[in-house]
């Protein structure tokens, strides 16, 4: 799951993200923060199906994110026709939908930009915590991988023990995905909010999402 801010909370962070931000509309800073029940137009573009994920960018109030949606039915039909298409800060991670289909985002894979619209939880360096994991999914852009990331909780999600990290099929994560542990690491600002790291060796996190679910709770 991910945390949502809601009440007096959700007011503050919406008039910190304003007064941080001279030159935003209301619109983009609601956006932004992910107030419930908030709805923009949607533009969805590079739709792939990816293992038990789409993969899609959503573009919604001015801002842009990399979403999984569950790979159903009902999601490849709204985002493979996404004219008139609504994007709705509500469930999870957000949602898409058209009259009556809606269809819930499930992982993000743009972690600074979900990492900023989060509360931020310290701004000294946090240790590393170690990951242990397992590939389910591979092509030759993305890897899938199940297990536990604690760290994960860093940027909002809960059930940190059965989650699915996303890291690029590259040079610097091919070690990674076939070892089964690393240790991760948190960053509070950057590009690269968690970091999979062996020795020297960096892997940068894509994308975190809550696992299909034909695969069972780990210790299930």
Same mark, same amino acid.
């Given at each position: 799951?991910?945390?949502?801010?809601?009440?007096?909370?959700? !007011?503050?962070?919406?008039?910190?993200?304003?007064?941080?931000?001279?030159?935003?509309?209301?619109? =983009?800073?609601?956006?932004?923060?992910?107030?419930?029940?908030?709805?923009?137009?949607?533009?969805?573009?590079?739709?792939?199906?990816?293992?038990?994920?789409?993969?899609?960018?959503?573009?919604?109030?001015?801002?842009?994110?990399?979403?999984?949606?569950?790979?159903?039915?009902?999601? $490849?039909?709204?985002?493979?026709?996404?004219?008139?298409?609504? #994007?709705? !800060?509500?469930?999870?991670?957000?949602?898409?939908?058209?009259?009556?289909?809606? +269809?819930?985002?499930?992982?993000?894979?743009?972690?600074?930009? !979900?990492?900023?619209?989060?509360?931020?939880? =310290?701004?000294?360096?946090?240790?590393?915590?170690?990951? %242990?994991?397992?590939?389910?999914? %591979? &092509? =030759? &852009? *993305?890897?899938? /991988?199940?297990?536990?990331?604690?760290?994960?909780?860093?940027?909002?999600?809960?059930?940190?023990?059965?989650?699915?990290?996303?890291?690029?099929?590259?040079?610097? +994560? =091919?070690? #990674?995905?076939? $070892?089964?542990?690393?240790? /991760?690491?948190? %960053?509070?600002?950057?590009?690269?909010?968690?970091? *999979?790291?062996?020795?020297?060796?960096?892997?940068?996190?894509?994308?975190?999402?809550?696992?299909?679910?034909?695969?069972?709770? %780990?210790?299930?």
């Amino acid at each position: 799951m991910v945390t949502v801010h809601t009440g007096v909370g959700l !007011w503050i962070a919406v008039l910190g993200t304003a007064v941080s931000c001279g030159g935003c509309t209301l619109d =983009s800073v609601v956006a932004g923060v992910g107030m419930p029940g908030s709805s923009f137009d949607a533009t969805v573009k590079n739709v792939k199906q990816r293992g038990s994920y789409i993969d899609a960018q959503v573009t919604a109030g001015g801002f842009d994110y990399r979403l999984f949606f569950p790979e159903s039915d009902q999601c $490849r039909a709204l985002l493979g026709n996404p004219e008139g298409l609504r #994007f709705t !800060w509500l469930g999870l991670m957000g949602r898409v939908g058209r009259g009556d289909e809606r +269809c819930d985002a499930v992982g993000v894979l743009s972690l600074a930009a !979900w990492r900023d619209r989060q509360p931020r939880r =310290s701004r000294e360096p946090l240790p590393r915590a170690p990951a %242990r994991y397992q590939v389910i999914y %591979r &092509d =030759s &852009d *993305l890897v899938e /991988m199940h297990g536990r990331f604690p760290l994960a909780g860093q940027l909002g999600f809960t059930g940190t023990q059965s989650l699915v990290v996303v890291v690029r099929n590259d040079e610097a +994560c =091919s070690g #990674f995905a076939d $070892r089964g542990t690393a240790s /991760m690491e948190y %960053r509070v600002s950057g590009p690269k909010p968690l970091v *999979l790291i062996d020795k020297d060796q960096l892997c940068p996190v894509l994308g975190i999402a809550q696992p299909p679910p034909q695969i069972p709770p %780990r210790g299930a």
